[in-house]
Nanobody
Framework: QLQVVESGGGSVQPGGTLRLSCAAP????????IAWFRQAPGNEREAVACIKSGADSTNYRDSVKGRFTISRDNAKRTVSLQMNSLKPEDTAKYYC???????????????WGQGTQVTVSS
């Protein structure tokens, strides 16, 4: 079964940048829509961004628009989430997941990975 693995998290100061990566060892993500989610302690998991399989369409939650960019690197078989101008409220564990793209929205399926922690603090 295809299992995703997230990496690239860390601790940064407000205004800093991080680049998260999603991969599925032994598989290519090229033909799947991929969604990034995050969950902060005490909060429900929320969708952050999604990219269609052909990479010609993306969507973002309002609070990250203009700061986060989701993209594909098919040669590396990864989907990345570039996070700029990070804010303390972006602190969460970030997860990627396979998704179905329909009508400009993503519906996740498959299993969750272990996630990667992002901490934004001064």
């Amino acid at each position: 079964q295809l299992q995703v693995v997230e990496s690239g998290g860390g601790s940064v100061q407000p205004g800093g940048t991080l680049r998260l990566s999603c991969a599925a060892p032994g598989y290519t993500l090229e033909y799947h829509a991929i969604a990034w989610f995050r969950q902060a302690p005490g909060n429900e998991r929320e969708a952050v961004a999604c990219i269609k399989s052909g990479a010609d369409s993306t969507n973002y939650r309002d609070s990250v628009k203009g700061r986060f960019t989701i993209s594909r690197d098919n040669a590396k078989r990864t989907v990345s989430l570039q996070m700029n101008s990070l804010k303390p409220e972006d602190t969460a564990k970030y997860y990627c997941r396979l998704a179905h793209w329909k009508g400009n929205t993503c519906t996740p399926f498959g299993s969750w990975g272990q996630g990667t922690q992002v901490t934004v603090s001064s």
